[in-house]
């Protein structure tokens, strides 16, 4: 068995607003082995996004983790000092975000941006962060690597800049990737061209990645495993195989039925009525049971631990 | 540079316009013989005068000799001072130049500083004190700050002349009351362009790197919180050529503003025509200087 790079239990995230704290992630667990490709699906405001940037540490400042543990390669991040942080961030563990078009700073060149975090890591100097930096560049398939260093991020198309927001991200060979929603933004055609570029990349290194998404085409294409959050919790979690055979929470199904099927022609696609619950004001008992199809009103005594059918697959729900 | 060409050719149009609209305007004040010569000359003795400096031809006429004049560099000369308007106007240029750039760094030391802290460390109380008084340091009318820091500052202290020109200490206190002002609406300005850029997501991109703070609120957000406030410091330093009229009264210095005000006041047409005309060309070159630099700053900014 492989070993677990990174291991996350039961994170809890709040935010101070001016009505107090309200608390986006309650409880999630989940781990990484190493070469492993993990999908972290769900809705807007399921908490997947958020969870991925405490575990960069990069919450925003009304944001932050109040329990849990989150242990990369036995270290703890939660007790590592600013600094330490630092030096883990963009090197052993980095991120892509969804939007390339904001992501890049638009006053600095592209060889400025990529040469950055070489130097901050590598202790290169500015020479020997530019060859590297144009070797990023072409192993992600931009053509003229040398050229497009001394461009702005405005002069790039938005699946280039993705590329760029890609090499920068892999350029100190990080042993963990995290992937936002890193094709919702794109057209579809750059979709699957960054696919592939992403597989290739999981072929070719041990990187593990985490893919955040609400796209389950993206977790078929990548995946290796995934767990499935609804507001602030983990309610599946799978083998992408056993996850697409036999989905059991209600609210997986009902993911998987919202995908449109060429072959069965329907009038109406399916949707999940309703919409994820304010974190403000949860319902008690099962958080999915307003939308449910299962639902009674046993649902609305208890909260459903995650428990685990198999070795490997769990779900959220007394239901099923 | 094609594009800096082309905007000083722009200009030229805008320099013809207000030369017709300072000639006209000084024309409708009323007439300048009246307060040339004595309550009791007589209609014949003012109608020669008149005649003699040319003031009985038609308006166009008078425009275009004085046009054709000004393009030989010939400004005409002062009634009150009888020597060329130009001399007069160069004659006190230094001085404004040299107030208007003490202040601008002044302000400029001040408020990068402030607003950037200000704007990191937001709604705390250092920021609430910034802010509180940037809003005082804006309100603050500059005759009343320039005597309050010539009492405290010259009389009771005794550490700088109270007014006049000429040492480094001379400079202080006025680039000191002008300079106040506007770094309370730079420091404000700052402040909010920085909290805007804080929060894009480049910014978050900047962190995920593993980069410092100090690096990215002084690099990747302050480069780009910079573009705003080139604009108003173009701005404050057009005004500040313009005329610091009040602050020059208090302090005795011998700037433009003095002289044009006193040139308004006595019908002098000649030094006002010509006063008009520098000062428009310096907030010409400001804004002008305004445009290079944010073509510096922002690759997006693109000129053709």
Redesign the interface.
């Known amino acids: 068995m492989t070993k677990n790079l990174l291991e996350i239990e039961d994170l809890k995230v709040r935010f101070k607003t001016e009505d107090g704290y309200i608390s986006t992630v309650n409880g999630v667990s989940f781990s990484v082995k190493q070469g492993e490709t993990l999908a972290i699906v769900g809705e807007s405001g399921s908490g997947k996004s958020v969870t991925s940037?405490a575990l960069?540490g990069?919450l925003p400042a009304n944001g932050e983790i109040y329990d849990g543990k989150v242990t990369f390669e036995d270290k703890n991040l939660r007790t590592l000092s600013k600094k330490e942080y630092?030096?883990?961030?963009?090197?052993e563990i980095?991120?892509i975000?969804q939007?390339p078009m904001?992501?890049?700073?638009?006053?600095?060149?592209i060889g400025y941006q990529l040469r950055?975090?070489l130097i901050?890591?590598y202790d290169m100097t500015k020479e020997q962060a530019n060859k590297k930096g144009i070797e990023m560049l072409e192993t992600v398939g931009i053509p003229d690597a040398d050229k497009v260093m001394g461009r702005?991020p405005?002069q790039l198309s938005g699946g280039m800049r993705q590329r760029v927001?890609i090499a920068?991200a892999l350029s100190c060979n990080p042993k963990l990737l995290i992937a936002d929603e890193p094709t919702t933004a794109l057209d579809v055609t750059i979709q699957a061209q960054i696919l592939t570029l992403m597989r290739n990349i999981k072929e070719k290194s041990n990187t593990s990645t985490i893919i955040i998404t609400h796209d389950l085409g993206v977790v078929a294409e990548l995946a290796d495993r995934v767990i499935v959050m609804y507001a602030g919790e983990v309610v599946e979690e799978a083998p992408i195989y056993e996850l697409f055979e036999n989905p059991l929470h209600p609210y997986t199904k009902g993911l998987m039925a919202s995908i449109p099927k060429v072959h069965d022609v329907v009038d109406e696609l399916y949707s999940i009525e309703g919409t994820v619950p304010n974190p403000s004001n949860m319902p008690s008992g099962c958080k999915f049971y307003p939308r449910c199809p299962l639902g009674n009103i046993e649902c609305t005594k208890i909260h459903p631990p995650l428990e685990y059918i198999s070795a490997d697959h769990a779900k959220r729900c007394i239901k099923v | 540079m094609k594009y800096f060409l082309k905007s000083l050719l722009k200009t030229i149009p805008v320099l013809f316009l207000i030369t017709l609209i300072v000639f006209l305007l000084v024309r409708v004040t009323g007439d300048p013989v009246s307060l040339m010569l004595p309550e009791t000359a007589t209609a014949e003795e003012r109608d020669s005068l008149r005649e003699s400096l040319g003031f009985n031809e038609p308006l166009p006429v008078q425009y275009f000799t004085y046009l054709g004049n000004l393009v030989q560099g010939d400004f005409g000369d002062s009634f009150r001072y009888n020597t060329d308007a130009l001399s007069l106007i160069l004659e006190r240029l230094p001085a404004t130049l040299e107030l208007a750039i003490a202040s601008m760094v002044i302000a400029v030391i001040i408020s990068v500083p402030l607003g950037i802290l200000s704007a990191v460390k937001r709604n705390s109380f250092f920021d609430l004190f910034i802010t509180g008084g940037a809003v005082l340091g804006k309100a603050m009318p500059n005759f009343w700050l320039g005597i309050m820091l010539i009492l405290l500052l010259s009389v009771t202290f005794q550490v700088f002349p109270v007014s006049g020109r000429g040492t480094l200490w001379h400079l202080v206190l006025p680039a000191l009351t002008l300079g106040t002002g506007i770094a309370a609406e730079m420091t404000r300005l700052i402040r909010s362009s920085m909290l805007e850029i804080l929060g894009q997501d480049f910014i978050r991109t900047a962190r995920s790197k593993g980069l410092g703070e100090a690096i990215i609120v002084n690099k990747h957000a302050f480069r780009n919180a910079l573009i705003p406030v080139v604009t108003i410091m173009a701005l404050q330093t057009s005004t500040l050529i313009g005329g610091t009229l009040i602050t020059e009264t208090v302090f005795a210095w011998p700037g433009l503003g003095q002289l044009l005000v006193q040139s308004v006041n006595l019908r002098d047409m000649a030094v006002v025509q010509a006063a008009t005309f520098i000062i428009a060309i310096f907030v010409i070159l400001s804004n002008l200087s305004a445009d290079l630099i944010y073509r510096f700053l922002d690759p997006r900014i693109k000129y053709d």
């Open positions: 940037l960069m990069i630092r030096k883990i961030r963009g090197n980095s991120m975000f939007e904001t992501a890049l700073n638009p006053v600095f060149n950055e975090t901050l890591h702005f405005h927001m920068m």
